[in-house]
């Protein structure tokens, strides 16, 4: 088993950063896959980053805006240059096999 606490929920005007964290704890260790999500109006929950072992992949609308890391239990998103675009719940996630661990979600708002 595998918990996960998000926290950075806000509020921003557009061109402003925040800074998620996620907490993980249980059956962890330094090379499962974790990632963000989000889930924007209207939309499917999708992709943002992921983190494995040291290697990143960013979804294409958030490229050279935000970056991801991983220092011991906790998953970062550092997210700098948001646009109203941005705006959705965040979750932080992680899972391997048929094992799948959500976070709660934390809303982030960007207003134009």
């Known amino acids: 088993q595998v918990q996960l606490v998000e926290s950075g929920e806000g509020s921003v005007p557009a061109g402003g950063s925040l800074r998620l964290s996620c907490v993980a704890s249980?059956?962890?260790?330094?090379?499962?896959?974790m990632a963000w999500y989000r889930r924007t109006p209207g939309k499917a929950r999708d992709l943002v980053a992921s983190?494995?072992?040291?290697v990143t992949m960013y979804a294409d609308s958030v490229k050279g805006r935000f970056t991801i890391s991983r220092d011991k239990n906790t998953l970062y998103l550092q997210m700098n240059s948001l646009n109203s675009e941005d705006t959705g719940v965040y979750y932080c996630y992680t899972g391997w096999g048929r094992k799948e661990y959500w976070g709660q979600g934390t809303q982030v708002t960007v207003s134009s």
């Open positions: 249980g059956s962890i260790d330094n090379y499962m896959f």
């Open positions: 983190f494995q072992s040291g």
